[in-house]
């Protein structure tokens, strides 16, 4: 096949005058070279595409492809991660990973815990703040967790995150609110151990890949795995490989992992975070379908490497689930198209 690649360049971003934290979930050079060696070793011919602006002007220009690896994050707004799913869907080609609605649903957390909630996976109890007034009504008990709307890799989490007093929430609400221009998400505290669970597939054909315990040094920032704690891993952050078969809680989290990885429509590959609550029983937090893929790195390709799974088998079953649901797709669209 010939395979795009769209991503969100980091370096790019930053010699455009972007900040450290702004561009943080944005990729390093040494993941789009992986990706494309691994899909170039799987005889797969590759083109750079980038990120969602030249996809448009390459669309426009009349190019196309077999397939697009879409690892690209987006720069603006709420819903940017479905942007370029949305491009690719309007001009009918096919890509991996989620769809626009499930990369919106996702990157909105308040949204995602309501359908989670109904869907009856757990995930801890929250209010969205919008506004100072909203603080005031809260009414959940201390301690809570205060986080923004829509964020990955752990950006406007640090060590007050944990807020213990009615002031402690005001002040960290005000500033999140200023610094990231969009709701916060303050939820109960899990005091418990973290998980991170990477799962391969679509559908019933989804699969646990593995899943990591997140254990946080003596001179991490406390209480999270922030910002700060994944860009300097290497002296804060142990990576411990857990199993299932020797642990009820990661067994519970798998299944908890799974049935939310289906309930919401994920597809190809991806990463979910649970936590445990003062009982011991993990609660979902998070939900990423759009997992980072820098080899050494990255939570999915740590955690498949943990299980013996190759960085180039990982990619590889990434395809091959795509694949499988773009054939099944046509095969449908070909019978509606000339029915019996």
Not at 33 to 47: C, F, M, V, Y
Not at 151 to 176: H, I, M, Q
Not at 250 to 264: H, T, Y
Request: glycine share 10%.
């Amino acid at each position: 096949m010939r395979v795009g690649l769209t991503y969100d360049l980091r370096e790019e971003y930053l010699a455009m005058g972007y900040g450290e934290e702004e561009t943080a979930e944005f990729d390093h050079p040494a993941t789009i070279e992986a990706i494309e060696g691994s899909l170039r070793r799987l005889g797969h011919q590759t083109d750079r595409i980038g990120h969602v602006r030249a996809l448009a002007a390459r669309l426009v220009a009349g190019e196309r492809w077999d397939l697009v690896f879409n690892i690209a994050e987006g720069l603006a707004g709420i819903s940017r991660e479905a942007q370029v799913p949305a491009l690719l869907e309007a001009y009918g080609i096919p890509y991996t990973f989620s769809d626009p609605l499930v990369l919106a649903l996702t990157l909105h957390k308040g949204m995602a815990k309501r359908v989670l909630r109904d869907g009856g996976v757990p995930t801890p109890a929250f209010h969205e703040v919008h506004a100072a007034a909203d603080v005031d009504a809260i009414d959940l008990p201390f301690p809570l967790f205060a986080k923004p709307l829509a964020e990955g890799t752990g950006k406007g989490v640090d060590g007050r995150s944990t807020v213990r007093t009615p002031a402690e929430l005001r002040a960290v609400c005000l500033d999140l609110l200023a610094r990231f221009r969009q709701p916060v998400l303050v939820e109960r505290y899990l005091p418990g151990r973290e998980f991170t669970t990477g799962i391969v597939g679509t559908g019933a054909a989804a699969r646990v890949v593995g899943t990591t315990e997140i254990l946080l040094s003596a001179n991490a920032e406390a209480g999270a795995y922030s910002f700060v704690n994944k860009e300097t891993w290497e002296d804060k952050v142990t990576y411990r490989r857990v199993r299932a078969a020797d642990d009820p809680a990661v067994a519970r989290a798998e299944a908890i992992a799974l049935d939310a990885w289906r309930l919401l429509g994920c597809r190809d590959g991806g990463r979910l975070d649970l936590r445990c609550d003062e009982h011991g029983q993990p609660q979902l937090i998070e939900l990423n379908p759009l997992a980072g893929l820098r080899p050494e790195y990255s939570d999915l390709a740590l955690i498949a490497k943990a299980e013996g799974l190759a960085y180039d088998d990982l990619i590889g079953a990434i395809v091959a689930s795509a694949s499988e649901r773009v054939d099944a797709g046509r095969g449908a669209g070909d019978a509606r198209r000339h029915p019996a």
